[in-house]
């Protein structure tokens, strides 16, 4: 209230249109937990079974798998079709589904397309693997992660219809 009657009085400037979409982006970035969890999430619906399905169904056990560089990246990018599918169909994963976060464009703040899915991925897999990438979030004020960045592209929360 104190904001209205200062401007009102001429002592502050309103706020232009481009501070208010840079406020904007800076209330609706999902928490750093909550994406975490939602990760977390997708492990255990999404990678868990695959996982097992390619060591017990596929292989003959876990020795064999630990042994197959093929079978853990074709597990990788099992996960990462159906991780973009998610993403393309509805822009939510069962995690993000599940803590009511969504997968956005920045700049049009619509679902992402198919080239941008496969750059989220591959740019997540490249983060997980520097290890330093991972904790960007932690360092940046907007909460982006690398895949972020270099997408341009945002996880926010959702209102519960």
Known sequence: MNRWRDIKAGKKEPLNEESKNNNLNSN????????????IVDMFMIMMPLAYATT??????????????EARWGLSII???????FWIAKGQTPGLKAYSLKLIDEKTREKISFPKAILRYLSFIFAAT????????????????????????????????
């Open 28 to 39: 609706i970035c999902t928490s750093i937990p909550a994406r975490i969890k939602a990760f």
């Open 56 to 69: 017990y169904v596929f292989m003959n056990g876990k020795d064999d798998f630990q042994g197959s560089q």
């Open 79 to 85: 996960y990462g079709l159906i991780i973009i599918v």
């Open 130 to 161: 520097t290890i330093v990438l991972t904790f960007l979030p932690f360092f940046r004020k907007d909460k982006k992660t690398f895949q972020d960045l270099v997408t341009n592209t945002l996880v926010i929360k959702i209102q519960k219809k």
